[in-house]
Structure formats: C-alpha cells, structure tokens
C-alpha cells in the first residue's frame, strides 16, 4: 500500500474586502484541523488567496493586477508555508500569478513537506470572455485577465506516487486528464471557483452545474485509473454565488468524500495508490489498447469540421 491521507480543504467566499492576511489565517486553521487528522497532503482551490476576481470588469486591465501574486512565497504566504513545514504537511493551492516579464497566469502549485516549491502548472483551458457582455447574467472575464497556460499537463514525483494538476475548467475536458494518464499520473489534484448559475443560460443552476462537476471529474478518474481531489471555493463572494461540491474520488471513479455545505471545511480521505494499478494494467493498459494512429483530429484542429 502506498496511502497518501489526502485532505480536500475547501474555503467558504472570500469577500472583495477581504485581506491576504486574513485568507492566510483561514487556510492555515484548515490546515491545523487537517494536520489532527494525520493528513499528509492538503489541497486548497483555485485562487485561493483573493475573491473570485475575474468577474470583476476594469477598462484598464492592469488596474487588477493587485489580485495578483509577484512572488512565492511572498510576505503574506509565507505564514502558510511555515506551518505546512511544522507539520511536515504537503500542500497545493492556486493563486493569480505575475511574472517578473509582466506576463499573467491562473496557476496552483505542488509544495513537498519541507515548504519547497516542487511543481507549478497554469490553467490552459480558460473559459469565459475578453470584453464586457452585457447580455450575460455576471461576468466571466478570464480570457481578459490570464494568458492560456505556457507549462502543458507535467506531473510530479512525490509522496511516493505520481501527481498532477489541473484547475477548475480543465477538469471539464478529457484531453487533461488523458496527457497525465499517459505520464502514469496516480493522483490529480484541482481547485475551482464555479457560480452556481450559467451566465449564459439561466435555467442551468447550481443542481445541473454540481452534476456536470461530478460527471467530469469521475469521468477522468475512471479513465485514467487515478484519484482526482477536487476542491471548492464557494458560497457568496458580494452577492455572487460559487458552488461547493468539494470531493474526492477514486480510481474506478466513485466518490469515496464530498463535504457538505459551503463554508470552509476539510474532508480527508486515505488515497491509496496502488488502487490505481488494476486499472492501469487492465481497460486503461493505454500501451495494449490505445490507437494513436487514429486519434489525429484530437491534435490537428480546434473547432468542428463538418462532413462534407
């Protein structure tokens, strides 16, 4: 057995007034409760240190780019990072990320229980829109304010298993968790903000957007016989609603624990990874079954080409 005691931290809304210093404070009290239940690995959401920002229209992009992290850790992370490093703890979160060349990513990172960064990834598969819609019912303005990922799907070596990342819309696309797979990836650990409602179809609330967060993330599970530790920010960030839905599921893509509610809370859950071998050496064996030579379309074009 090679368990990993996988905690799912989910934080409740940040609000726009709401300080780094405070986030942190939150995150580390989820981290404390995590550590009295022998976690090894505790896995925060998407943009965990600041409000769900991209809903949020400037004229002048740069006016958001003080959501935006220009170095990890920084002054207000790095309270996080020494507890993790007290407890010997493993953990991953996202936050906006700023380069030294001014350049703007979704990002979460990988960090080891001695507090070092060990892997970073930023979301390709950024939804949303550039300007200001006034036909929808929020804003979605991630196209506006990130750069598409720069870094592909890498995983990592650590905790004795194979790990990756993903964030929010990614889990929604197979593509993610098949390039992974192929890296023999045995745990894939994601954060997301999702509102409850479609901005684009209102009759979609939070019960179908919770259904089709399920589906993707058991569907990518069981695909590549790996464990997925999906995890939430959600409530009602100044009157905009985020789902919760914070889980984990297994390699044969059943839900081992779901927390309920919206405010923050942890889950844990003993991941043993080589509960991912079955699959791997038997439906999913991708080097008896797979058939790239056929699957050329998936890499040589974007949108739909029809039959003549």
């Given at each position: 057995?090679?368990?990993?005691?996988?905690?799912?931290?989910?934080?409740?809304?940040?609000?726009?007034?709401?300080?780094?210093?405070?986030?942190?404070?939150?995150?580390i009290?989820?981290?404390?409760?995590?550590k009295?239940?022998?976690?090894?690995?505790?896995?925060?959401?998407?943009?965990?240190?600041?409000?769900?920002?991209?809903?949020?229209?400037?004229?002048?992009?740069?006016?958001?780019?003080?959501?935006?992290?220009?170095?990890?850790?920084?002054?207000?992370t790095?309270?996080?990072?020494?507890?993790?490093?007290?407890?010997?703890?493993?953990?991953?979160?996202?936050?906006?990320?700023?380069?030294?060349?001014?350049?703007h990513?979704?990002?979460?990172?990988?960090?080891d229980?001695?507090?070092?960064?060990?892997g970073?990834?930023?979301?390709?598969?950024?939804?949303?829109?550039?300007?200001f819609?006034?036909?929808?019912?929020h804003?979605?303005?991630?196209?506006?304010?990130?750069?598409?990922?720069?870094?592909?799907?890498?995983?990592?070596?650590?905790?004795?298993?194979i790990?990756?990342m993903?964030?929010?819309?990614?889990?929604?696309?197979?593509?993610?968790?098949?390039?992974?797979?192929?890296?023999?990836?045995?745990?894939?650990v994601?954060?997301?903000?999702?509102?409850?409602?479609?901005?684009?179809?209102?009759?979609?609330?939070?019960?179908?957007r919770?259904?089709?967060?399920?589906?993707?993330?058991?569907?990518?599970?069981?695909?590549?016989?790996?464990?997925?530790?999906?995890?939430?920010?959600?409530?009602?960030?100044?009157?905009?609603?985020?789902?919760?839905?914070?889980?984990?599921?297994?390699?044969?893509?059943?839900?081992?624990?779901?927390?309920?509610?919206?405010?923050?809370?942890?889950?844990v859950?003993?991941?043993?990874?080589?509960?991912?071998r079955?699959?791997?050496?038997?439906?999913?064996?991708?080097?008896?079954?797979?058939?790239?030579?056929?699957?050329?379309?998936?890499?040589?074009?974007?949108?739909v080409v029809?039959?003549?």
């Amino acid at each position: 057995m090679r368990v990993i005691r996988t905690a799912a931290a989910q934080l409740g809304p940040i609000q726009k007034a709401e300080d780094r210093d405070s986030v942190v404070a939150r995150m580390i009290a989820l981290m404390d409760e995590a550590k009295s239940q022998d976690a090894d690995l505790i896995v925060y959401p998407e943009l965990a240190l600041t409000t769900f920002f991209p809903r949020w229209y400037h004229a002048d992009r740069a006016e958001a780019d003080p959501w935006f992290e220009r170095e990890m850790p920084g002054p207000a992370t790095a309270p996080l990072f020494a507890r993790a490093r007290q407890h010997g703890m493993a953990m991953s979160f996202g936050y906006a990320e700023l380069t030294p060349e001014g350049r703007h990513f979704n990002t979460s990172i990988l960090v080891d229980r001695d507090g070092a960064i060990v892997g970073k990834y930023r979301k390709v598969h950024l939804p949303g829109h550039v300007e200001f819609d006034p036909e929808r019912t929020h804003q979605h303005l991630e196209k506006r304010y990130f750069e598409p990922g720069d870094l592909g799907f890498p995983v990592w070596r650590m905790l004795g298993g194979i790990l990756g990342m993903c964030i929010c819309n990614d889990r929604r696309w197979p593509e993610t968790y098949r390039v992974m797979g192929l890296q023999g990836v045995e745990m894939v650990v994601l954060g997301f903000n999702t509102p409850s409602v479609n901005s684009q179809r209102n009759a979609e609330g939070i019960e179908e957007r919770l259904f089709h967060h399920r589906l993707s993330v058991q569907a990518g599970a069981y695909q590549n016989a790996t464990w997925v530790v999906a995890v939430a920010k959600a409530g009602s960030e100044d009157g905009h609603h985020l789902t919760g839905g914070t889980l984990i599921v297994d390699p044969n893509g059943k839900i081992v624990a779901e927390l309920p509610g919206e405010a923050d809370g942890v889950i844990v859950a003993a991941c043993d990874l080589d509960e991912t071998r079955f699959g791997k050496e038997t439906i999913f064996d991708f080097a008896r079954h797979r058939r790239p030579e056929h699957y050329g379309r998936i890499t040589a074009q974007t949108g739909v080409v029809l039959p003549e």
